[in-house]
């Protein structure tokens, strides 16, 4: 099984509302991540996991929250968003951090627009 | 901040061509990887050069890397339609961080 899962593909929520968004995998990765895609833009690394604790947070707002229950799950818990915030969140995993040769498998991504 | 700069932005070509996109980055890398995407969707790995390889294949894929320009190449041969994506190059950053360039759109038109 070489996929990571993201739900859900679409969601559209206010600027008071509370919701996550959910990426899993079993490829026994060590690494996840959490990536924000404007259209016609590259992805942007908000978030890195290793071994299920946050290694590095790009400076990203506090209205997004991560968090990573075990090694196969992570989270994005969304809070009093933006409409500028409403963009493509994609998760991605790799075997680890120790990255002279890792490539990041990805989910397919959560559409998310923020009215 | 963006580890590397693409070109073209966009290259519209004939199934049967050939489309060559190039990267250029600003920082040592410890290797250099090719992502495509189909709209809305994923990135899906392509290749991955290592910083003391020149040339890398894979299939209709060659990917250059020249490390003394802080360069590479990707050349897509015999191009079909279903190859219409975005590409992006992407270094690692600071060890632990995969940095995507701006990308190449590329359509191909049957």
């Known amino acids: 099984d070489t996929e990571v899962t993201q739900t859900p593909k679409h969601l559209v929520m206010g600027m008071t509302n509370k919701k996550s968004l959910k990426c899993e995998q079993h490829?026994?990765?060590?690494?996840m991540y959490w990536y924000k895609q404007k259209a016609k833009k590259p992805p942007e690394l908000m978030f890195v996991y290793s071994y299920e604790k946050l290694s590095i947070n790009e400076s990203v707002p506090s209205r997004f929250s991560p968090e990573c229950p075990n090694s196969s799950l992570l989270n994005l818990h969304l809070h009093a968003l933006q409409p500028e915030d409403s963009a493509l969140y994609l998760c991605?995993?790799?075997?680890?951090?120790?990255?002279?040769?890792?490539?990041?498998?990805f989910g397919s991504g959560t559409q998310l627009s923020v009215l | 901040s963006q580890q590397g700069e693409e070109d073209p932005q966009a290259l519209s070509i004939q199934e049967g061509e050939n489309a060559t996109m190039n990267c250029s980055y600003k920082?040592?890398?410890?290797?250099l990887q090719w992502y495509r995407q189909n709209s809305g969707r994923g990135l899906v790995h392509l290749i991955l050069?290592?910083?003391?390889?020149r040339e890398k294949h894979s299939g209709r894929l060659r990917v250059t890397l020249d490390t003394s320009k802080k360069s590479s190449s990707l050349l897509i041969t015999a191009s079909r339609a279903a190859d219409t994506a975005s590409y992006f190059c992407?270094?690692?950053?600071?060890?632990?961080?995969?940095?995507f360039g701006a990308g190449t759109r590329l359509f191909v038109k049957a």
């Open positions: 490829m026994g990765h060590r690494a």
């Open positions: 050069i290592r910083s003391n390889e």
């Open positions: 992407a270094g690692l950053s600071g060890g632990f961080k995969t940095i």
């Open positions: 920082t040592s890398i410890n290797n």
């Open positions: 991605a995993s790799s075997q680890s951090l120790v990255a002279t040769n890792e490539k990041l498998f």
